[in-house]
């Protein structure tokens, strides 16, 4: 088992019981092997043939470029992805790789992602990770157990200590938006103040095609402080934070609670699921997000 200061493979593996007896309350989802192709496109459909129009065909899905080129009316034909892509972004910022509770928010981060490739595992889906880096490539999708432990061994890597070379969340959302396919599921693991750092409209443009999840990794010291004095030791030095002081106490407030209270506010409003995730609570805690039709975008 892990100390709670970086996460270990077996802990991890070990959170496949809490996930399995769980169902997603998202059925009938796959498509299946051999069903005939349907001419209505949707979420969680792709482009499969063209053939010549028939009577009753929808008008919105003729085929304009092959019809010019043939001289006849051809409709485009769509067929269900067999297996949905889930991807996990995971956040790699040095604030997370800290904590006072039960254990690291880094350790957090770790056990969530697994509850997420258990999850996926479990729903037939091929399943992705990837962390904000120039030079890492992303962990490829596979599904079953295979894609499952592939993604656990990449969460434990990245979360045991700092990564040498961190680009941000914006970077790894950014190589997100390339892998990513109608009807996938995005998990982005954050630290609040790598949400608070993006521009709003990404989660919307996200969010349109895509169910996107955010869980915001946090620390009861980070929402919950003393008043008090807290000490902390820098380049061997201890200082102390007065947080009885108004003004301290304020600038504690903008930097820690207020970027998980803006985005608890502003993300459901752009389509996106999110919950904050404190380092003692239990890492399979935000599964009932999993499903939950969407709120409508303002």
């Not at 169910?211 to 820098?234: G, N, Y």
């Not at 803006?262 to 805690?285: F, H, I, N, W, Y």
């Amino acid at each position: 088992m892990s100390d709670g200061v970086v996460p270990s493979l077996a802990e991890l593996v070990a959170l496949r019981a809490a996930v399995s007896g769980r169902r997603s309350a998202r059925l009938g989802r796959h498509g299946v092997s051999g069903q005939a192709l349907s001419p209505l496109r949707g979420r969680g459909m792709e482009y499969a043939e063209s053939r010549e129009y028939s009577l009753g065909d929808d008008a919105r899905h003729i085929d304009w470029r092959l019809t010019a080129r043939t001289g006849r009316a051809h409709t485009k034909l769509f067929q269900a992805e067999r297996e949905r892509l889930t991807l996990i972004v995971a956040d790699t910022a040095p604030s997370l790789y800290f904590g006072t509770r039960v254990r690291f928010k880094s350790v957090q981060a770790a056990r969530a992602g697994a509850v997420a490739a258990w999850a996926a595992a479990r729903d037939g889906d091929r399943i992705a990770a990837l962390r904000g880096s120039l030079r890492e490539a992303p962990v490829t999708p596979a599904s079953g157990p295979r894609g499952a432990l592939r993604v656990l061994d990449a969460m434990v890597r990245w979360y045991t200590q700092p990564p040498a070379e961190d680009a941000g969340l914006g970077v790894a959302l950014d190589h997100a938006a390339r892998l990513l396919r109608p009807g996938s599921r995005l998990i982005v693991l954050a630290d609040p103040a790598s949400i608070a750092a993006l521009p709003q409209r990404r989660w919307a443009v996200l969010a349109q095609h895509h169910e996107v999840i955010v869980l915001l990794l946090t620390d009861p010291i980070e929402t919950q402080p003393p008043l008090s004095a807290l000490p902390f030791s820098r380049d061997g030095q201890r200082i102390e934070l007065d947080l009885g002081v108004d003004a301290q106490r304020k600038r504690w407030h903008d930097s820690f609670v207020a970027p998980v209270e803006v985005a608890l506010d502003k993300l459901p409003l752009r389509g996106v699921r999110v919950q904050a995730l404190s380092t003692d609570a239990a890492s399979e805690s935000w599964l009932p997000l999993l499903g939950r039709a969407r709120p409508l975008v303002a």
